[in-house]
T-cell receptor, first 117, second 115 residues
């Protein structure tokens, strides 16, 4: 099946610094990638939709200047958390959609645990 | 706002018991429906999906779900659970008129199967 990887799996950073998280589709080209955030014991919340070669579309309430998304190729999207604060600590998960036919299945990465100290 | 409700946040069953997890969504338009499972320490894995056609869909690991449009529901079922089914289960909906959109997830159900 389709595989999506994320790097790093865990990251600890100091408040005020920036952190980049990579999402890669390993065996398919992803027309669209999505970024989700999952708080402890809660559900996934969609943050933004990223289409290759165009600007990301952010969900209401998500600061686009804080969560920078770049989808530079059909296999890579990056999420940069700028000037991180402890409240940004969370589990960030990406998913990728191959964009073929009517198969709307999204393939999820393993997630990145961000801890801001 | 669009929303997905999962009625049971924690479910504890014994092995071989039957399972039904409820899921309701709020939107009356075109939807695509999914159930995902997240085993401890692992990433989300698709159990099954509904796009159109037969409202009773069968997925992996013996799971099935029934889409009832009139009730805005997509309940997950399994006739006989196993200890290995212990996991977090998420219902998700994609509201769209075409193309892929982000998913709206329910809060999840933590299922524990006792041997």
């Amino acid at each position: 099946g389709a595989v999506v990887s994320q790097h790093p799996s865990r990251v600890i950073c100091k408040s005020g610094t920036s952190v980049k998280i990579e999402c890669r589709s390993l065996d398919f080209q992803a027309t669209t990638m999505f970024w989700y955030r999952q708080f402890p014991k809660q559900s996934l919340m969609l943050m933004a939709t990223s289409n290759e070669g165009s600007k990301a579309t952010y969900e209401q309430g998500v600061e686009k200047d804080k969560f920078l998304i770049n989808h530079a190729s059909l296999t890579l999207s990056t999420l940069t958390v700028t000037s991180a604060h402890p409240e940004d600590s969370s589990f960030y998960i990406c998913s990728a959609w191959a964009g073929t036919g009517l198969s709307y299945e999204q393939y999820f990465g393993p997630g990145t645990r961000l801890t801001v100290t | 706002a669009q929303s997905v409700s999962q009625h049971n946040h924690h479910v504890i069953l014994s092995e071989a018991a039957s399972l039904e997890l409820g899921c309701n969504y709020s939107y009356g338009g075109t939807v695509n429906l999914f159930w995902y499972v997240q085993y401890p320490g692992q990433h989300l894995q698709l159990l099954l999906k509904y796009f159109s056609g037969d409202p009773l869909v069968k997925g992996i690991k013996g799971f099935e779900a029934e889409f009832i449009k009139s009730k805005f529901s997509f309940n997950l079922r399994k006739p006989s659970v196993q200890w290995s089914d212990t996991a977090e289960y998420f219902c998700a909906v994609m509201y769209s008129g075409g193309g892929a959109d982000g998913l709206t997830f329910g809060k999840g159900t933590h299922l524990i199967i006792q041997p």
